[in-house]
């Protein structure tokens, strides 16, 4: 799948992650071919995972302190939801947050959660074929796994 594509099928998010725009999106991308789900996974993880950065990852929780009125640091779901969250927002977001740091921070916030669009390649695959999909992608997208993100970060 082309990056032009996968965020043409993005762009029916509207902007959000919620639960019923993923599974718009699930449901559009389940009438497609496999290989396009497959596609899709794919951009989808190496999204994700280009936004696995340090840059991003220690920015606070933009709506939240801890009780002494420091800033609360993301956690690892946190920022995967977070780094969703600006996907979901689509190509310009995601394109504008490596020029300008500030502009993910606003995706911390609890107000985003990008979780739902996870679950997108897996709802589309069950839905095209009837079975579930145990599968990997080239890229990792859990936090931290982008080692070129974060080099100071042990192993």
């Known amino acids: 799948m082309t990056w032009a594509a996968f965020w043409a099928l993005i762009a029916t ?17 389940s009438r497609r071919s496999v290989s396009d789900i497959v596609g899709f996974a794919e951009r989808h993880a190496e ?7 340090e840059k991003f990852g220690t920015l606070p ?9 420091e800033p609360f640091p993301q956690s690892a779901d946190g920022f995967l939801y977070a780094r969703c969250a600006v996907v979901a927002a689509g190509r ?5 947050v490596f020029f300008d740091v ?23 695959y069950e839905l095209a ?19 070129d993100g974060w080099p100071d970060l042990e192993s």
Do not use: I
């Open 92 to 96: 310009a977001a995601w394109e504008g």
């Open 102 to 124: 500030d502009k993910f921070a606003p995706y911390t916030s609890t107000e985003f959660d990008g979780e739902w669009l996870l679950y997108v390649p897996d709802q589309a």
């Open 129 to 147: 074929t009837g079975e579930e999909w145990d599968r990997l992608t080239r890229y990792c997208c859990e936090s931290y796994s982008n080692r």
């Open 61 to 69: 929780v933009a709506d939240m302190t801890d009780r002494n009125g």
């Open 13 to 29: 998010l509207r902007g959000e992650a919620t639960e019923a725009s993923c599974l718009r999106l699930a449901e559009e991308l």
């Open 47 to 53: 999204a994700l995972y280009r936004l696995d950065q």
